[in-house]
């Protein structure tokens, strides 16, 4: 027995002197218990809208500060006429948008009934249920408070309309989102081990002393991953197509172009890994375990960023997939023109420059 209490002991000793294995114990279910309390959530909360009221009288002034006063909503834009609607949506900041139709305090009195048209962004089906159930909860409770008293109470009737995704099919959202985890996982797997792969072979020695300078070496070893990444990717687009209809709004050039930049990004952040680490097992820990469930909770796949706190939010920001997903929804589901994502490409360029470059500098200081 004192020799297996001592082997028991030795056991818990070697786990202690892990700091790898006391990380993956204590501090991936901290981490994971803090993003999925604070990720998941089915509230609305500051949901940016904008207003069309044609009315402008005080009775549709009144419904506006009661929605805006919720805390659920918050005015990004009023509009002027219904043809700002789309490129509202288009740039991916308005989830809803609430049409009063004119003269719409003297329908209500004089005619029984006043007419709003809810509008939501259903390229998220869950997200614009939630949305056009919290306003219309909130209109009602307005109409029931100012027809009290009144012998044949009037009414507020809404309606709705859902674009992009009139029939609120889920795969709309999912599709989009799966692309760009599956090419991120994939891409980044496939580059980590790469170059960590030639360190536990001894053959990384040869690749410094060789004529390439650090650059070429690392371009070297992009360039195959880049053409299986791309032709992974075209399989991918291929069966959101013709497999779950996935419409495609918008233009299949931008779409191809979007998907090789993001695929270049995703191979750029595998080779920072592979570099930075020295073993294979450690690199696909990083790719698979530390890349997988901020991507799914922080870039707005299944959960509504806006909805998570400050800290989460800011975080999203260096979540590649984030920007992917953007643009993706715009050109599959919206037919958004350049215009309406140059800035989330632009980001994915410079977080594509960043990590090969910081590559680079970690292979010239392994030469000297």
């Not at 805006?68 to 900041?93: P, V």
């Not at 809404?158 to 994939?186: D, W």
């Not at 870039?299 to 979540?319: K, Q």
């Not at 350049?338 to 800035?343: L, S, V």
């Amino acid at each position: 027995m004192k020799k297996f209490l001592a082997f028991v002991w030795k056991e818990f000793l070697h786990i202690f002197r892990d700091y790898r294995t006391l990380l993956i114990l204590f501090g991936m279910p901290i981490v994971q218990i803090l993003l999925f309390g604070f990720a998941i959530s089915n509230e609305i909360k500051d949901a940016s809208i904008a207003i069309l009221d044609e009315s402008k009288d005080n009775m549709t002034s009144e419904i506006i500060v009661k929605l805006l006063s919720s805390g659920y909503f918050k005015l990004y834009d009023n509009l002027n006429s219904i043809n700002d609607i789309d490129r509202e949506f288009k740039k991916g900041i308005v989830k809803e948008v609430i049409i009063f139709e004119p003269q719409f305090s003297d329908n209500f009195y004089h005619k029984g009934k006043g007419n709003v048209q809810l509008i939501a962004d259903a390229s998220d089906p869950n997200y614009a249920n939630l949305l056009i159930n919290y306003t219309t909860a909130i209109i009602n409770d307005y109409s029931f408070t100012v027809s009290k008293g009144i012998s044949v109470p009037p009414s507020i009737e809404t309606e709705v309309k859902m674009m992009y995704n009139p029939n609120l099919k889920s795969v709309f959202m999912f599709v989009p989102g799966l692309i760009a985890v599956i090419l991120l996982l994939i891409s980044t797997l496939m580059t980590s081990i790469s170059i960590t792969k030639e360190k536990e072979l001894g053959t990384m020695e040869v690749l410094l002393v060789s004529p390439l300078n650090p650059l070429q070496i690392i371009i070297g070893k992009v360039i195959p991953y880049l053409f299986l990444s791309v032709f992974n990717a075209l399989i991918i687009l291929v069966m959101g197509k013709y497999i779950f209809e996935l419409p495609f709004a918008g233009s299949i050039i931008l779409v191809l172009l979007e998907s090789i930049l993001f695929v270049i990004t995703a191979l750029s952040l595998g080779i920072l890994i592979s570099t930075i680490v020295s073993n294979q097992q450690t690199a696909m820990m990083i790719s698979l375990i530390g890349l997988m469930m901020p991507t799914i909770l922080l870039s707005g796949f299944i959960f509504p960023i806006e909805n998570m706190p400050v800290v989460l939010r800011v975080l999203s920001y260096i979540i590649p997939a984030k920007y992917f997903i953007i643009i993706m929804k715009a050109l599959l589901l919206k037919g958004a023109d350049f215009q309406y994502f140059w800035k989330e490409t632009l980001i994915l360029a410079g977080m594509t420059v960043l990590f090969i470059s910081v590559s680079v500098k970690k292979f010239k200081i392994r030469l000297m």
